[in-house]
């Protein structure tokens, strides 16, 4: 063990330099597609009876807080979704995942309220896309919460878990018929820890090491809540499976010393285990529990700052992924480090953690700065949920590549991102047994980026957006994506191995 991970620390400078590309095929059956939400390409964000989203009020209110910029119109995929499925087939995907604005087809949130053009919308690219043979995983919450539901607490009140369920009891039946693949959360942590702890994504409520904690509760029992009424109400009639969408760096140890690897697991723990474990197991990690109570008690609160689930929520919870998903960017470095001192008046989520993350400056960089290229990454990520978590079948439900969004002869950046990264995966299936069975590119088109406007780009089809027809170009890596996704290889056909 030490010295196959000592192999793989020596691998980690050296990175990409003397690596092969792996020649095999993706399975027969193997899922690639890609992926988008709704605030971040439909626009439309008041058409047609729409409710606000707390991107559409936060945006308005605090423009500073993404670059001036906002989803309103974004791609115009509300008008142009036709154009969007004709990219689809001409890339041949065989999956397209896409998120379900709340507001859009529940206006106020709650069920008292339905629009029919909205529901009308998503309905026209269902059918669409089934028409093209191409499958729906659909999002049920990509992040825009009815401003509505926000003002009465949003994920902060526990209440949330019933608006959630009601709202996917909604989705089942207007649209379970037809999709068979549901996500109900993306990245919770991103949501949490960003939208109610740093606060610098809507609603932008900063409270690190309460709020985020709070709210990640609430979505927990929300998702398993809405797991059960699905189980109950929808899955003998409509067959189908559900999921989370959890995001996670892979956080590997900084050295083989025994203190580093304990450090860089308990980073995982606190990071896809926060929300891994519940839905897997039926609790937090048993580290999360004990680190934050105790911090929690030295800082003087009589309770942990964790909620901790009741045995009956417990129940809930546990077993309520048919399939495991992950979002892959990027990797850290771990140390282990003393203690952190107790700062009662300021707790966060990294001083419970207890460690230092870092990323080498040789690292290969992107345009951005936690982001660096690290493809064996990716290889080791999947391999621990697999380990973790009794080798369940494993998504990538993302990946994909920042640049400023100029580049359309983007082949030697994301398209041999895209490259490398698939080709770690494709040792992860063949040498490691690891059942992946899809892979998900962010982004079909250039998108709105939360914080960085459009100021980000990860689209493999570049959007003008200072045109108002919003066109289409096709960038490098869409050929190269539509070369792999055909043949199932990542190099040229005739080098591929069966
Ligand atoms: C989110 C996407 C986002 C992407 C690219 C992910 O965290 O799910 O909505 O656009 O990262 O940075």
Same mark, same amino acid.
């Given at each position: 063990m030490k010295l196959l991970l000592l192999c793989s620390l020596l691998m980690i400078g050296a $990175?990409?330099?003397?690596?092969?590309?792996?020649?095999?095929? !993706?399975?027969?059956d193997f899922k690639f597609g890609t992926a988008s939400a709704a605030y971040q390409i439909e626009g439309g964000w008041d058409a047609d009876g729409k409710g606000e989203n707390v991107w559409d009020t936060y945006t308005h209110l605090y423009p500073e807080k993404s670059n001036y910029q906002n989803g309103d119109v974004a791609c115009d995929s509300y008008n142009k979704w036709q154009e969007d499925v004709d990219l689809l087939v001409g890339l041949g995907v065989n999956t397209?995942? !896409?998120? %379900?604005?709340?507001?859009?087809?529940?206006?106020?949130?709650?069920?008292?309220?339905?629009?029919?053009?909205?529901?009308?919308?998503?309905?026209?690219? %269902?059918?669409? $896309?089934?028409?093209?043979?191409?499958?729906?995983?659909?999002?049920?919450?990509?992040?825009?919460?009815?401003?509505?539901?926000?003002?009465?607490?949003?994920? %902060?009140?526990?209440?949330?878990?019933?608006?959630?369920?009601?709202?996917?009891?909604?989705?089942?039946?207007?649209?379970?018929?037809?999709?068979?693949?549901?996500?109900? !959360?993306?990245?919770?942590?991103?949501?949490?820890?960003?939208?109610?702890?740093?606060?610098?994504?809507?609603?932008?409520?900063?409270?690190?090491?309460?709020?985020?904690?709070?709210c990640s509760h609430n979505l927990i029992i929300a998702h398993g809540k809405a797991y059960r009424m699905w189980e109950r109400e929808f899955k003998e009639k409509q067959g189908g499976r559900v999921t989370m969408v959890i995001d996670s760096n892979w956080f590997g140890p900084a050295s083989n010393s025994t203190e580093d690897i304990e450090a860089a697991e308990r980073n995982m723990l606190f990071t896809y285990g926060w929300y891994g474990h519940p839905v897997n197991f039926g609790d937090y990690p048993e580290v999360m529990k004990e680190r934050i109570a105790h911090r929690s008690a030295l800082e003087g609160f009589n309770t942990s700052r964790l909620p901790s689930f009741t045995e009956e929520e417990k129940q809930i919870i546990k077993g309520t992924v048919d399939f495991m998903c992950v979002n892959i960017y990027t990797s850290s470095l771990v140390n282990a480090i003393p203690e952190p001192k107790i700062v009662p008046l300021s707790p966060t989520r990294d001083l419970d953690i207890g460690v230092n993350v870092f990323q080498p400056e040789d690292w290969e960089p992107t345009v951005t700065s936690w982001f660096k290229v690290v493809p064996w990454g990716a290889r080791e990520l999947i391999k621990w949920i697999s380990n973790t978590y009794n080798h369940p079948e494993i998504v990538v439900t993302e990946n994909g590549y920042h640049d400023n969004g100029t580049v359309i002869h983007d082949l030697e950046t994301r398209g041999r991102y895209h490259k490398l990264y698939l080709s770690n995966m494709l040792d992860a299936i063949y040498e490691d047994g690891v059942n992946l069975t899809g892979y998900m590119a962010w982004a079909l088109t250039d998108d709105f980026e939360w914080q960085y406007g459009y100021n980000i780009q990860l689209g493999l089809y570049q959007v003008n957006f200072t045109d108002p027809a919003r066109p289409r170009v096709a960038k490098d890596s869409a050929s190269y994506y539509r070369q792999v996704v055909t043949t199932r290889c990542l190099v040229d056909n005739d080098q591929c191995t069966d």
């Open positions: $990175l990409a330099d003397d690596y092969v590309v792996n020649t095999r095929r !993706f399975p027969k397209y995942r !896409f998120s %379900i604005a709340w507001s859009r087809v529940l206006p106020t949130g709650f069920v008292n309220s339905s629009n029919p053009a909205g529901i009308n919308y998503y309905k026209k690219l %269902i059918a669409a $896309l089934k028409a093209n043979n191409i499958e729906p995983l659909v999002t049920m919450y990509h992040w825009d919460l009815p401003t509505n539901l926000e003002n009465l607490g949003g994920f %902060i009140n526990p209440e949330i878990q019933e608006w959630f369920v009601d709202y996917a009891r909604f989705l089942f039946k207007t649209f379970g018929d037809d999709v068979k693949n549901w996500i109900t !959360f993306n990245e919770p942590k991103q949501a949490c820890e960003f939208g109610y702890g740093a606060g610098v994504l809507a609603p932008y409520i900063s409270s690190p090491g309460i709020k985020d904690y709070q």
